[in-house]
Structure formats: C-alpha cells, structure tokens
T-cell receptor, first 112, second 116 residues
Framework: DVKVTQSSRYLVKRTGEKVFLECVQDMDHENMFWYRQDPGLGLRLIYF???????EKGDIPEGYSVSREKKERFSLILESASTNQTSMYLC???????????FGPGTRLTVL | AQTVTQSQPEMSVQEAETVTLSCTYD???????LFWYKQPPSRQMILVIR??????QNATENRFSVNFQKAAKSFSLKISDSQLGDAAMYFC?????????????FGGGTRLMVKP
C-alpha cells in the first residue's frame, strides 16, 4: 500500500514564526503536491514537484516555499506565518504511471 | 484554466437509500480525467471513482457509480444503498492531460450525512 505521512496532525504557531511542514511518501513517486484545504473552497494547489530539486507554483504560492532534496520528501515552508495561513494542509503524491493521487492525513495549522 | 463546481455544500441521505452528488466543470479540452475523492472525518482522502473523458461508459465501483455527461460538462456521483461509513466530505476533481505533474483541480466539496 502507498503510504504518505505528514510530520504533524496539529500544529500551533505564532505570527511571524517560520514553519516547516514535512511530507514523506514510500512508493518512489516522482510527483508530490502541497494543497491547502479551506471550507467551501475545496483543495487549492500551493506547489508541486515533479522531480528532486524541481518545483512549480500552483494556484496560491504566495507566502509559501517548498524544498525537495530527496525523492521521498517534500517540505512546505511558511517563511513568516500569518493568521490567514491558518488552514488544513494536505500532501499528496503520485507517479506518472497512475492518475490517482495518494494523500497524507493532513496537518491542521493554527497561526495565532 | 479549468474550474470545478459542486453546488451542494451539504447533503443528507437515509441509510440504505440512494443519493446523488452533483459536479460540473468548465474546460475547453477534449481529453481529461475526472475523479471523486472521499474524505472521512479525521481520516485520509481516498479515491472513490475515476472516469476517462474518452470513455462513453459510466464508471462503476460497487455501490458507487457516475453519470458522466460530457457535452453538459457534468459528472455526478451516485451512492446506492448508503451506509453509515459513507458519511464524509466528497470532492470532485479534474485532471488535464496537457499539464505537467498530474495536477488536479478540485471542487469546493459536498458534506454527506447519513442518517440511521
């Protein structure tokens, strides 16, 4: 079974802090994604990566950056957290051979 | 850019009955994929069903089936014999064949409640 794990289920940070959200997948997938989930808005793509050290902006990249130093790990970075970044963050991965994206359990981030 | 719309923020169904969740999308492309994902409370999102646009036959997975109307750009999900475990958020998603990285565009979601 494909497994996608995220470093924290719940996280509370203060405004201005630097925040790291980590995602690890164990199926050698080349594509990895970070989404933000908000009520009524569904999932919106922040960034994705199709290879190590490669990244592409999604629909809402402002205020975020990403890092992919190893194929299995994809990190989302909030350089200076703000209250409007309070949200659920979902990581996903897939391979070019499959259409399905496999999701992690999500990290609920609260910025105070 | 493609958009996906789910017009029903919440739906409810009696256990053992049938419910249909609506999804419409906007695209100028002729080939694409459509998906329904399920997100149970506090659990991971999982794929329910997938439809390739070039296939005229509607996809079916056990109690889940779709009504794919390509000309109308409609992709509804029918859940038959609803069970308590079907209670979840359901997301409709679109995938273009022409972008890199298999990106998905999601609708806003429908919360399905199942009454015992």
């Amino acid at each position: 079974d494909v497994k996608v794990t995220q470093s924290s289920r719940y996280l509370v940070k203060r405004t201005g802090e630097k925040v790291f959200l980590e995602c690890v997948q164990d199926m050698d997938h080349e594509n990895m994604f970070w989404y933000r989930q908000d009520p009524g808005l569904g999932l919106r793509l922040i960034y994705f990566s199709y290879d190590v050290k490669m990244k592409e902006k999604g629909d809402i990249p402002e205020g975020y950056s990403v890092s992919r130093e190893k194929k299995e790990r994809f990190s989302l970075i909030l350089e200076s957290a703000s209250t409007n970044q309070t949200s659920m963050y979902l990581c996903a991965s897939n391979s070019g051979s499959y259409n399905e994206q496999f999701f992690g359990p999500g990290t609920r981030l609260t910025v105070l | 850019a493609q958009t996906v719309t789910q017009s029903q923020p919440e739906m409810s169904v009696q256990e053992a009955e049938t419910v249909t969740l609506s999804c419409t999308y906007d695209t100028s492309e002729s080939d694409y994929y459509l998906f329904w994902y399920k997100q149970p409370p506090s659990r991971q999102m999982i794929l329910v069903i997938r439809q390739e646009a070039y296939k005229q036959q509607n996809a079916t997975e056990n109690r889940f089936s779709v009504n794919f109307q390509k000309a109308a750009k409609s992709f509804s999900l029918k859940i038959s014999d609803s069970q308590l475990g079907d209670a979840a958020m359901y997301f409709c998603a679109y995938r273009s064949l022409y972008n890199a990285g298999n990106m998905l565009t999601f609708g806003g979601g429908t919360r399905l409640m199942v009454k015992p």
